[in-house]
């Protein structure tokens, strides 16, 4: 009655390739064969709302593990197999996928190929760490059971055998451990429990094992027996909102996700339409300690009907929103599906563009309802978004302009740009700005106290990318981003735009002196009309800001072009310094140059710029002591 088969050609091509670690995640048979068993108790189900006697109610998985004899048993009591079923359905792999199973192997991709999604062929995952696989089946509705065994390469063969139960019993015999893997360590009963745990919590069904564990205290204590069930049976996610206290959703984020903190804001959504979905989403508290690093990968965990698929789906989330973490469980994508496909598949598309509107959404709520949570969220990840305006030159920036905050002058609190705009002044035409290392130096820097005193507020910007998400913005409700300290501000009136004019035309002489010891620094000395106390700043012209320019010269590969601002030295015409330049110049012309650099070297410690020659800064200051003790 027994007969010894071949696989077919391509099927032991596929295997040899498969057992020959192309895939690296071994531990995955375990989900195959618990997904197959699933799927076998569905269909008797699913017969059971037609057919009598069927014991619905009992449909489960069991799994028992001999750490000594290195053995797995899995075993359900769904459809079961008969004869012809264990020789199609096990004699066979990768039946229709042989064309891309070639293109696959031509191109040797051989890091990321998930050979068992993309084939179907899961069953064949216990050769991973099997060396014989039986397969004990005997199908629902009928009287004899067979048996197939098979050690994965030389075929296999089909024989009659008893089974009283209808159902599917699967033995592996694990290989034999090598140094770069211990199989045996898959019949430990932890592993089990842990990889039911991490690949199968959600299936339907019970998966039980029997436990062992000591009961009793001293002389009483006992080894103990008993079945536990593994899984917990329902997702979370399928449970309703309403009925799901925060510290559940906190509880299974920690475990899942691995954090010590709650999450800041918990995103649980069902969406229906051209792909239905379950996603539940969260905004971890604080930022990942390698989160602005190479180290951190962004992605959702990706299910199918509740069957894990993988880890970190990386084009569920976009870049900009890479800091969520969470889960999408769909019954529109297949078990069969690689990271590669995913790239390609539409369904997935559709779910990340919905995924990112929903997060959008929620940011947005939490921006005009919880205030400060918002400045909590954006402390951790603000910068984040800042550098999503910024990438792919701006393609996402509707998305999240108005998720964008920035400390202002005014009190010194963060604002969102539409608030800036809804306050500005009459007449107001465009958005200031000023950058900086910290709100408290840009605060002081010359050119702010005019706009300021002139009733204007200006947007601090600490960040290094800010100036470059606002250069990409380029504008906000039609109103320009305006630097303070680049170009004409054009805040001075036509009287004092006069006046001005008039006393460069008088000091001509003097302005000419001064840029020309200048020349190499600078490319022009003006009468400056932004600077209210302050004797002295520097300003660039329109083009690459400083702020700019010291964000390029930190750039890995430096500045090569060495681009630079266009710097102009401005100084205060209604400042006593001018009277004492005038008054040096006209004693002695040639001491102008000494007081040009010192400005100049001034000016450049107020930008925040290191002096190109300190001694010599400091040298000049204490000769002016010393001259004026005398
Ligand atoms: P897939 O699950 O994608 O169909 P598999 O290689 O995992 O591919 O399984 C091949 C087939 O073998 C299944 O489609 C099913 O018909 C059958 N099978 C596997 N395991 C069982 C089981 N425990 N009970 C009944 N049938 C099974
Ligand atoms: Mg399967």
């Known amino acids: ?93 990768a039946k229709s996928g042989s064309l ?8 040797n991709k051989k890091d990321d190929v998930d050979i068992i999604g993309q084939f179907g062929v899961g069953f064949y995952a216990a050769f991973m760490v099997a060396k014989e696989v039986v397969v004990e089946s005997k199908k629902y509705n009928e009287e004899k059971a067979y048996r197939w065994v098979s050690d994965g390469s030389n075929g296999y063969r089909i024989d009659e055998c008893d089974k009283a139960d209808r159902g599917t019993t699967i033995t592996l015999f694990l290989k034999d451990d090598t140094k770069e893997e211990n199989y045996s360590d898959f019949a430990k009963q932890f592993k089990i429990e842990t990889l039911v745990k991490k690949y199968s919590d959600y ?31 329902v997702p979370l996610w399928k449970r309703k909102r309403s009925e799901i206290k925060d510290e559940e959703y906190n509880e299974f984020y920690k475990n899942k996700f691995n954090d010590y903190a709650d999450p800041q804001k918990v995103i649980h959504t069902h969406v229906e339409g051209a792909v239905t979905f379950d996603a539940l989403l969260f905004i971890p508290s604080h930022a990942p300690y390698n989160y602005y690093s190479q180290d951190y990968e962004k992605g959702l965990q990706l299910y199918s009907s509740g069957v894990f698929i993988m880890d970190k789906a990386s084009d569920l989330i976009p870049e900009h929103f890479r800091f969520v973490r969470g889960l999408v469980d769909s019954q529109d994508l297949s078990l069969n599906i ?16 919905r995924i990112e509107k929903k997060i959008q ?24 978004l800042k550098y999503g305006v910024y990438n792919d030159f701006g393609a996402h920036k509707d998305m ?112 000419e002196a001064l840029k020309e010891s200048l020349k190499d620094k600078v490319s022009d000395v003006k009468l400056s009309t932004r600077l209210k106390s302050h004797p002295v700043c520097l300003s660039a012209d329109e083009g690459l800001s400083f702020e ?20 102009i030295l401005e100084i205060n015409p209604n400042h006593a310094i001018f009277n004492a330049l005038q008054n040096v110049y006209a004693k002695d012309k040639d001491k102008i140059s000494k007081y040009a650099d010192l400005l100049y070297d001034q000016a450049l410690l107020i930008e925040g710029f290191d002096l190109e020659d300190p001694i010599a800064f400091s040298n000049a200051v204490c000769e002016l002591m010393v001259e004026a003790s005398k």
């Not at 005009?368 to 951790?380: C, G, P, T, V």
């Open 548 to 567: 700019m320019e010291k964000v390029l010269a930190q750039m890995p590969d430096g500045n090569p072009y060495g681009m630079k601002a266009v710097r």
């Open 361 to 384: 959404s929620e940011l947005k709520k939490m921006l005009a309802n919880e205030r400060e949570e918002y400045e909590k969220f954006w402390a951790n990840f603000g910068l984040q």
């Open 203 to 233: 299936i339907r069904y019970p998966i039980t094992m029997m436990v062992s564990k000591y009961e009793g205290e001293g002389d009483d204590k006992q080894l103990v027996v008993e079945e536990k069930t593994l899984n917990s049976m």
């Open 100 to 107: 891309v199973f070639k293109q696959e192997l031509d191109e």
């Open 1 to 93: 009655m027994s007969r010894n088969k071949q696989f077919k050609a391509e099927s032991k091509r596929l295997l040899d390739l498969m057992i020959n670690s192309i895939y690296t995640h071994k531990e995955i048979f375990l989900r195959e064969l618990i997904s197959n068993a699933s799927d076998a108790l569905d269909k008797l189900n699913y017969l059971s709302f037609n057919e009598e006697g069927i014991d619905r109610e009992n449909l489960k998985i069991k799994i028992s593990t001999d750490e000594q004899n290195k053995t797995i048993i899995i075993s359900d009591n769904g459809i079961g197999m008969n004869e012809s079923e264990l020789e199609e359905n096990l004699g066979t792999i």
């Open 338 to 353: 690689s990271r590669e496909m995913l790239q390609h598949d539409r369904q997935l598309k559709v779910m990340a563009n």
């Open 400 to 511: 999240l302009v108005d998720l964008l905050l920035f400390t202002s002058s005014k009190e010194k609190k963060l604002v969102t740009l539409k608030e800036y705009v809804e306050r500005m002044k009459e007449g107001q035409e465009v958005i200031y700005f000023a950058s900086g290392d910290d709100v408290n130096k840009i605060d002081q820097l010359p050119a702010a106290e005019l706009v300021k005193d002139k009733g204007y507020e200006i947007l601090y910007l600490t960040d290094n990318v800010d100036e470059f998400a606002l250069q990409v913005l380029q504008e906000y409700d039609s109103k320009k981003f305006k630097n303070i300290t680049q170009g004409d501000l054009n805040l001075e009136s036509e009287e004092e735009k006069k006046q001005v004019e008039e006393k460069k035309e008088e000091n001509k002489d003097l302005l």
